[in-house]
Structure formats: C-alpha cells, structure tokens
C-alpha cells in the first residue's frame, strides 16, 4: 500500500499525554466556551477580552506595555484597538511622556462590560477547575507561569 509504513518504522508520540497538545485543548475549549457564552453577543474577540481585562486590572497602557502584558503582537494590538475605539469601550491618546506613544484605556463602557464578563469568565475557571483543591489550583497555575517564563526567556520583546 503506498504510503504505509511498518510498525517499527513509525514514531511514537501520544498526543493524549502531550503537554502542548493538553494545553491547547483546554485553551481552546475555554475559548470556545467564553466566546460562546460571553463574548459572541457584544461582538468581542477573545483578543479584545484580553486587551479589556488588562486594562481592567492595570489600568491606562502604552499599546506597546498592553501588547506585552496579552501576548498580543504589536501590529495587532493597534488593529484591535481601532476597533475598541469606535465600540465606545477603550479611549485612545497620546502618552504624556512621549508623542509617539499611544496611551490606551477602558472607557466607563469598557469598564462596565468588563465588570458584567468577569463573573462570567470566573465561573468559567471554576467549572475547567472543577476537581481540584485549591491548592491544586494554585501549583496549576504557578507551573504554567513557570513554563511560560521558560519559553518567554531569551526572546526579544513583543
């Protein structure tokens, strides 16, 4: 048969035991999940939630800082932000410390959208999280910071 190859010829990776393999399933199932239920009815990527909830929790950003702070390329983050602008829920200005940059924050929309999403987006963890104690939870999370700064180390800022 062409194309077929021997049992000892083939390469072994179980992608039920692979870490990025894993990783992506639950992100993409949590994204679907977050779109569905939040997102799709206020015409939010989830792009846009990640530029929303960092302005949320750390306030007015240079495009630059918001696009390091969402692993949001640099290009695209201005193209996202054109589009929150006109949507009534970022405000977009020049930086007071420099004309060439752009400060970009969460409008009283933004804030309250945000403020409605959030519970959403937290019931969300706990369902995924279901299971586990909260300490479970926690090394969870404190590993996937760990093997994120792995990755992120050593490669030039976005």
Do not use: C
Not at 73 to 94: Q, W, Y
Not at 99 to 107: C, D, G, H, P, T
């Amino acid at each position: 048969m062409p194309g077929a190859f021997s049992v000892k010829d083939r390469i072994h990776l179980d992608l039920g035991n692979y870490l990025p393999y894993l990783l992506n399933r639950v992100g993409f199932a949590l994204v679907e999940s977050f779109t569905a239920e939040a997102l799709k009815a206020d015409g939010l990527s989830i792009d846009m939630w990640r530029v929303l909830a960092a302005l949320s929790n750390n306030g007015g950003q240079r495009q630059v800082d918001l696009s390091e702070m969402t692993s949001i390329d640099v290009s695209t983050m201005s193209r996202l932000v054109s589009r929150l602008v006109p949507m009534g829920l970022v405000t977009r200005s020049r930086s007071q410390t420099s004309n060439r940059e752009v400060v970009v924050a969460l409008s009283a929309k933004g804030r309250a959208l945000v403020r409605r999403l959030i519970p959403i987006a937290q019931t969300l963890e706990r369902k995924a999280s279901a299971g586990l104690t909260a300490k479970e939870l926690a090394e969870a999370k404190r590993l996937l910071t760990r093997m994120y700064a792995n990755l992120a180390k050593g490669r030039p800022p976005r």
